[in-house]
């Protein structure tokens, strides 16, 4: 397949690949190993297809939270001794393996801001989450709702629940969801509610989203790439990197849900 064959978007996100690679001076195609969590999934699964291509190297790729205990999270794939060349995950957990020296110094770069969205069940009714008050009787009215066991989880169990003065009634009918998505959860009916970043709902049939969280309650995450300890593929590793924090992949991020971060973009 031509260039000029393919879609505008498609051949821009070429081009911008292929310029990325000129001003790094990539080398030889080469295998990354990428571990990823669930926020940046769908952009980059859009956007790695075109990076393959564009350069020849071949990205191999592992799932899992940015944090907790379970099998595939990220922390707990390090530890196994995975191979890894690229770390994409919640910038603070990011943040904590660099200082575990899991990560290249100086290699972090922040790509994306997520917003914490709202879903029910496909066909359900849509609670009213406008406001502050509206948020709190919405939880109230809930029989059973969900969060993830990563950042957003954390932030709703350990803040807004706390800021909403509802916390000792939550503790009775809202539950983590360790390592499933929480739209997942909501789409078989075992939680009205579900709580997570909005680019993690986005990609889950059988669900609608409600909404962001209002202002007053919202926790933006970050989401970082860095190239991990021990890489054997360390500029590969940073020409995703570039990739992936440059123009051509604004329109895939965007279209998730998340809000690219401009290069040198502050948190």
Known sequence: MTMTSISAPFRNIAFGVLTVLWLTGAAEAAEVHVMISGGLTAAYKALVPEFEKATGNKVLTEYGPSMGTTTNAIPVR???????????????????????????????????????????KSGAPKPDIGSVEAVKRALLAAKTIAYSDSASGVYVSTEMFDKLGIADVMKDKARKIPATPVGEIVAHGEAELGFQQISELKPVKGIDIVGPLPN?????????????????????GRALIKFLASPAAREAIIASGMEPIPAGGAN
């Open 78 to 120: 390090l530890e196994r001794g995975e191979p890894a060349d690229v770390l994409i995950m919640v910038g603070y957990a990011l943040t904590d393996l660099a200082g575990k020296g899991k990560v290249v110094a100086g290699s972090q770069v922040d790509l994306t801001r997520s917003p914490i969205g709202v879903a029910v």
């Open 216 to 236: 007053e309650l919202q926790k933006i995450t970050i989401f970082s790439a860095g190239i991990a300890a021990g890489s054997k593929e360390p500029e590969a």
